[in-house]
């Protein structure tokens, strides 16, 4: 069964860094687009950063210029590096094939407080 496992959350002041990490069982994970995903209570889930094979990235316009998202192939992992968190950035944060078609992990919690 094709897992992700999403590691790296906890709870920072505004201002701090976080780097999350995607571990993933998936056999094509080389050749896939992966990507970044945060809910918030009471929102839907919604689209963070993705990086494509060829590690072209591209972020949500809120998180533009604070997050990085970059992948080591040989680890079949995705990483996201959070600098500058702000509040309104406190979610489950998930990774997923870009096309979604993986179960979804457990995901991180980030906790961002003034």
């Known amino acids: 069964q094709v897992q992700l496992v999403e590691s790296g959350g906890g709870a920072v002041q505004a201002g701090g860094s976080l780097r999350l990490s995607c571990v993933t069982s998936i056999s094509t994970f080389i050749i896939n687009t992966f990507a970044w995903y945060r809910q918030s209570p009471g929102k839907q889930r919604e689209f963070v950063a993705y990086i494509t094979s060829a590690g072209i990235t591209n972020y949500a316009d809120s998180v533009k210029g604070r997050f990085t998202i970059s992948r080591d192939n040989a680890k079949n992992t995705v990483y996201l590096q959070m600098n500058n968190l702000k509040p309104e950035d406190t979610a489950v944060y998930y990774c997923?094939?870009?096309?979604?078609?993986?179960?979804w992990g457990q995901g991180t919690q980030v906790t961002v407080s003034s």
């Open positions: 997923n094939e870009w096309t979604q078609s993986t179960s």
